[in-house]
């Protein structure tokens, strides 16, 4: 094999990171795979635009199909993102016999499966390590590092950008709104942050990380999901006095092969490994019946550490394609679906009311919890004035379902003015 040829669809961020990982390491690749690794065409919507990537504008393209035709080119890797238009380009690149390497997770959480029985079909891989956590090798640690494991537990941090809002937001007191705009002109959201901060983003890789840590087609659909939009600095100063700070945490679970998938802010006790991770750093914490407790931690995002998957990925197609075995990595999942009911998810909650300052109001409340098999494991109550007061507690494990319940009862109870927020708490065993 003389040399092998790339084509490129997307020169943003990630595609340039990508050219540059190339150039930068041909002799780390010339060494892993014998032969040079040449990118022969990019898709880009303007050829004339400025690059922070110096590359020969002979080889940019505004037709797709120069790229996805053209039979001298091996490897397709896609970085332009979008979901529909993308995947009929993937569709056509693994339909003429081209091994493909993305970095969309949006495109893999709703089309993964399709896409990967397609590759399988035409013996081409499919590779996607980028799409979930950035530079961390998570998928891979899944698929090879833990392959022979029984994965019980998956939770972790995979947006950078609410990670940097709640680090913020906890450290320096300060608000979302405010936080998003340093956020926004630091690069770190988008000029248009609902993907990220509603917990889309999040429960796109969770589905993914999912489907692999379970063997279990997890469809987006299956994820419970709650953005950090609501969250207060209130909320996160009560957090901390209870010795709690707040993360978006992405969860997976699974007790014999029933699972729960869900994305929403959690309190995590102060002392666990990923209560200290800040800023726009990733972390997944995984949980095997025989390895015990792993953590993945690194850069989520940026142009170098995603680059740095996709050319690994790459790689991967490389090696396969030097020994003849392409298109048979990917194995189909072990389990059929099946998702846990509400009263078989079971977790500590936070609840702040808002509440009239008089006597028997507490006692109503406790009466509901009671009735409802649900206990307080902290409780805190602070005067607002005019005969107002609020109540912060904790509970005690309780099935989502008493919960959901107990909110619904507490919005009808005499003294209760409204139910101010909630969030699940992870961290001990009561």
Known sequence: ??????????????????????????????????????????????????????????????????????????????VMGNIEETKEHLVKALTHKKHVVTANKDLMAVYGPELLS??????????????????IPILRGLVDGLASDRITKMMG????????????MTKEGRSFDDVLAEAQA??????????????????????????????????LDDVKL??????????????????YIMKLIGYAHREGNRVEVSVEPALLEESHPLASVNDEYNAVYVYGEAVGETMFYGPGAGS?????????????????????????SAVSPQFLKQLKDDEEIYSKHFLRLHVEDEVGVLSSITSVFSQNGASFEKV????????????????????????????????????????????????GDA
Not at 36 to 54: G, Y
Not at 399 to 410: D, M, P, Q
């Open 1 to 78: 094999m003389e040399s092998i040829s790339v084509g490129l669809l997307g020169l943003g961020t990630v595609g340039s990171g990508v050219v540059k990982v190339i150039e930068s390491h041909q002799d780390k690749l010339m060494h892993q795979i014998g032969c040079p690794v040449q990118i022969k065409k990019a898709l880009v919507k303007e050829i004339n635009k400025v690059r922070d990537v110096d590359i020969d504008t002979s080889i940019l393209t505004l037709d797709p199909e120069e790229v996805l035709l053209d039979p001298e080119i091996d490897i397709v890797v896609e």
């Open 186 to 219: 630091l690069g770190f959201a988008e000029a248009d942050p609902t993907a990220d901060v509603g917990g889309l983003d999040s429960a796109r890789k969770m589905a993914i990380l999912s489907t692999l840590g379970f063997s279990m087609n997890i469809d």
């Open 157 to 168: 941090i995979v947006n950078g950008t609410t990670n940097f809002i709640l680090t913020k």
């Open 380 to 427: 805190l109550q602070n005067p607002l004035g005019e005969e107002k007061a609020e109540i912060v507690l904790v509970t005690h494990k309780t099935s989502l379902k008493s919960f959901e319940k107990i909110l619904v009862e507490l919005r009808d109870l005499k003294g209760v003015q409204f139910v101010k927020s909630t969030y699940r708490v992870e961290g």
């Open 118 to 135: 397609l590759a399988s079909e035409n013996q081409c891989d499919l590779f996607y390590e980028a799409s979930v956590a950035g530079g």
């Open 304 to 328: 170098l550490p995603t680059a740095t998957a996709v050319v690994s990925d790459l790689v991967g197609v490389m090696k396969n394609m030097r020994l003849g075995v392409n298109g048979k």
């Open 226 to 243: 709650k953005g950090i939009t609501e969250v207060t600095e209130e909320d996160l100063q009560y957090a901390k006095q209870f010795g």
